[in-house]
């Protein structure tokens, strides 16, 4: 179920959910979205929902590996998600 990949109406609401405030979060986010956003899966999706929680900043942080997920974000899902945004060219 985890692995099962989101329906295109759940990943249009996701990437409208995933407009960030500050501009390097959205080219982070949209490379993902270019990259990987027809195959993201339910695990994926959730992990991006919990990096969409935080403040423009500290995502930011993490994307740049600045910091990495502690206490409640320090999830599989998580950690999956964001190896993927951080993927250079």
């Known amino acids: 179920m985890m692995d099962t990949a989101l329906?295109?109406?759940s990943r249009s609401k996701l990437?409208?959910?995933c407009r960030r405030g500050l501009l390097e979060n959205d080219l982070f986010i949209e490379r993902f979205f270019e990259?990987?956003?027809s195959t993201i899966t339910v695990r994926?999706?959730?992990g991006l929902q919990a990096l969409m929680?935080?403040?423009d900043n500290d995502l930011l942080d993490l994307l740049l590996a600045?910091?990495?997920p502690q206490g409640?974000?320090?999830r599989a899902e998580v950690r999956e998600v964001l190896a993927l945004l951080r993927q250079r060219g």
């Open 35 to 37: 990259r990987h956003g």
């Open 15 to 17: 990437r409208w959910r």
């Open 44 to 46: 994926q999706a959730e």
């Open 66 to 68: 600045r910091k990495e």
């Open 7 to 9: 329906d295109e109406h």
């Open 72 to 74: 409640e974000l320090d």
């Open 53 to 55: 929680d935080l403040a």
